[in-house]
């Protein structure tokens, strides 16, 4: 993307454009959560508010100049009228990805078979094309045991099918059409980093606030229960976890301190040997409350989330970058020796404003990420 390109905001309802109207874009995208989009648009006369309504579909481009990338496509779910004397007649649209269509009827039914067929059967019920489903461990749910969706919308089920098997589910715009998908997030944290964000003072980082809580960090937990095919006593204990390794000393930034005072960067140098000698250690594993249930499954009630194993969160923002998305790796450097490296993407907003008042358009991406 060209830096220094004018941000460009395309919005078009129903597949005609509504681009010469944009006021402000901000696009919410969650790794957990239907993703958002609000777009408040110059309205005069009340022409647009007429005709765009509940249902109807919204696709949002953002970018630089001519070049511009899809980042929502999705679903109007209902819009506010605004009129006054200083700005005129606006509207502002809210919209939903199109896993907002799963969310409109409460169901009760038991679901048989592995974690795919289900999740596959429930998609296919709403239309959707399937882009991938994957999750990490192809857990069964037998007769006898089956997953039990009670009084929920099939977003609720499958959701909750993600957050006990550690996965994540989402509508993504891919290759023309929207595709549903249902991913192991070892699987995500597999993938190749989208970009690498450099917060020193002539970064591409603007700004970058993170926290290390060791009481956030993953635990090591330990647990029984009654297998409920057999009776047997079934015992399980999840993966050790993920250890804070040797931090390397950086050298451009020992050179840094020592020009801002003598001895500051062999003092800095001390300090990352002294705190490698003294990393923490692995607690030991916790006892968890006994879980009746088949072998995999109380395995899976163990495993942790891998995107905040370290207990490490960080907010940052970028100048507008439409290609960063939740779900995907970032690598950062420039900060804390513990803290670089790679980061998962929890979420990412993009916020576009156009020119107003004698200032320019503007477009920044906030990121909130884990590791």
């Known amino acids: ?93 809210e919209a939903f990805d199109r896993t907002w269509l799963l969310h409109q009827e409460r169901r009760t039914e038991d679901h048989v078979g592995s974690i ?83 917060a020193a003072p002539h970064g591409n980082l603007v700004e970058f606030r993170y926290e290390y809580d060791a009481d956030a960090a993953a635990p090591q937990l330990r647990a029984a229960g009654l297998d409920a095919r057999t009776g047997d006593l079934v015992q399980a204990l999840s993966a050790a976890p993920d250890q804070m390794g040797p931090m390397a000393i950086d050298p451009a930034r020992r050179r840094v301190l020592e020009h801002h005072h003598a001895g500051l960067g062999t003092a800095y140098q001390q300090g990352i040997d002294e705190a490698n000698a003294a990393l923490p250690t692995a607690p030991h594993p916790q006892p968890m409350t006994s879980h009746g249930g088949i072998t995999d499954r109380l395995a899976a009630s163990l495993a942790a989330d891998p995107t905040a194993a370290r207990g490490a969160r960080g907010w940052g923002q970028v100048g507008g970058t439409p290609e960063l998305r939740a779900k995907s790796i970032v690598e950062i450097d420039g900060i804390a020796p513990w803290a670089c490296g790679r980061w998962y993407v929890a979420a990412a907003t993009h916020r576009y404003r156009a020119a107003a008042g004698g200032g320019p358009a503007t477009y920044a991406t906030h990121l909130a990420v884990t590791r």
């Open 1 to 93: 993307m060209d830096r220094d390109a004018t941000p460009t905001a395309r919005v078009s309802w129903q597949g005609r454009s509504l681009t010469d109207a944009v006021l402000d874009v901000e696009v919410e995208d969650h790794d957990r959560l239907s993703d958002r989009a609000v777009i408040e648009l110059s309205d005069p006369g009340g022409m647009i508010a007429s005709i765009v309504l509940p249902g109807h579909s919204i696709a949002v481009e953002l970018g630089s100049g001519a070049a511009t990338t899809t980042v929502f496509t999705g679903i109007v779910r209902g819009s506010t009228c605004h009129t006054s004397a200083e700005y005129g007649d606006r509207i502002s649209i």
């Open 116 to 198: 795919n067929s289900i999740v596959t059967s429930i998609a296919q019920r709403h239309s959707l094309v399937i882009g991938q489903i994957e999750p990490d461990d192809e857990v069964q749910y037998p007769e006898t045991n089956p997953y039990r969706q009670h009084d929920r919308t099939d977003l609720e089920a499958i959701q909750d099918l993600a957050e006990r098997h550690r996965a994540r589910t989402f509508v993504e715009r891919n290759d023309g059409a929207d595709r549903f998908y249902f991913i192991g997030t070892r699987r995500l944290l597999q993938a190749e980093p989208l970009a690498t964000l450099h």
